[in-house]
């Protein structure tokens, strides 16, 4: 099994930074499930599994549909995501795969 880097032992710094961008996000206007969503599929695409379950699990709790956190890694062709969460998944995709290439 893989260790993942603790980033807030090596990068402190940027560790409060990255906590206090969650924060903003956190008191923006976009709604607790398209944000978790987004991180979900930011997860996926990393591959943590700590992220996938942290977020998971509070859609559960908030009661999310399972069949949408079901199609989630394939969003772009289930029918359970609106035009919102479409729009946020697609930019969270090409954000998170920058190494491919800028986003359109």
């Not at 880097?5 to 969650?22: C, D, H, M, W």
């Not at 062709?77 to 795969?97: H, I, K, N, V, Y």
Request: net charge neutral; proline share 5%; charged share 25%.
């Amino acid at each position: 099994m893989n260790q993942r880097v603790n980033y807030a032992e090596q990068s402190p710094e940027l560790f409060k930074k990255l906590s206090a961008l969650s924060m903003s996000v956190g008191n923006s206007s976009i709604d607790a499930t398209t944000r978790h969503l987004v991180e979900i599929r930011a997860s996926q695409i990393n591959g943590c599994g700590y992220c996938m379950d942290m977020h998971a699990t509070a859609l559960r709790k908030a009661g999310i549909e399972p069949r949408k956190l079901d199609t989630l890694p394939a969003w772009h062709e289930s029918r359970f995501f609106d035009a919102r969460e479409r729009a946020a998944l697609g930019w969270a995709e090409a954000m998170t795969r920058l190494p491919d290439g800028a986003p359109s």
